[in-house]
């Protein structure tokens, strides 16, 4: 079974950090992943932890950078819409570089898949998120140095249950993906963005497959919430 796994990155370098080290750590035994990240190469951090775990030989995972102008990049439909298309997988997932999959999360899903086959749309039910973390806190000096790989503590984060398949919690059939796309006859979603903001286009995407998602129980699934958002590093991208 082959899965992609979708993530964009813009000033979240840290982040993608421990996203990426998540699969160097755990990497799968029960299915392969394509692990894609859309990036511009004026995110020179982001290029670097790129670069990086491009030299990483893990078993189970294929590492997948596919650039976007900052436009294209800022409005996060345009790469998910693209990536759908062109998938070859059997699962694809939506998600985003705060998202940590860590032990067993993968294979738990290999296994869960199969059970599901007739489903368009997943969503994990249950996320371990931490707190707000501030910029200062010591899981991102961690990385502040530069590329490496990096493990979270468990013991930071508590659950967080969500009813539907909402932003990086979208795992869709490859064969729907490949049909529908990513809301991409939806004008405004697939309009370069001036600044990487707040996005609705999971919600007009539910809407367009008829289903919010079914719930998974997906265990070692975590989220890294922080309060320095990459979007306010943004404000030069007004000159596009």
């Known amino acids: ?35 894609t990240v859309f990036y511009n190469e ?30 294209e990049l800022f409005r996060r439909a ?7 298309l062109a998938n070859e997988v059997d699962w694809i997932w939506m998600t985003d570089c705060d998202q940590v999959f860590h032990e067993g999360c993968l294979d738990a899903l290999a296994e869960l898949l199969p059970q599901h086959r007739d489903a368009k749309l ?8 931490t707190s707000h973390l501030e910029e200062d806190d010591s899981l991102f ?12 503590e468990p013991r930071q984060f508590s659950p967080v249950e969500h009813f539907k398949a909402v932003g990086a919690l979208q795992i869709v059939r490859g064969d729907v993906a490949r049909e529908v796309g990513y809301c991409k006859d939806i004008a405004r979603f697939m309009r370069p963005a001036r600044q990487f903001g707040r996005t609705r286009e999971d919600r007009k995407f539910r809407h367009l497959l008829g289903t919010h ?9 975590f989220r890294i919430e922080h309060r320095p958002k990459g979007r306010r590093r943004l404000r030069p991208a007004r000159q596009l």
């Open 1 to 35: 079974m082959r899965i992609q796994i979708v993530s964009h990155c813009w000033n979240y370098s840290r982040l993608l950090t421990y996203q990426l080290s998540s699969l160097a750590l755990h990497p799968p035994e029960k299915l392969d992943v394509i692990m």
């Open 42 to 71: 004026e995110d020179q951090r982001t290029c670097e932890v790129l670069d990086y775990f491009a030299e990483r030989d893990v078993p189970g995972v294929t590492w997948q950078r596919w650039h976007q102008e900052k436009g």
């Open 78 to 84: 345009i790469g998910r819409n693209l990536a759908a």
């Open 122 to 129: 997943l969503f994990p039910r249950l996320v371990a998120c």
């Open 141 to 152: 000096d961690a990385v502040e140095a530069g590329p490496r790989i990096v493990d979270i």
């Open 213 to 221: 998602g079914d719930p998974i129980e997906l265990p070692g699934l």
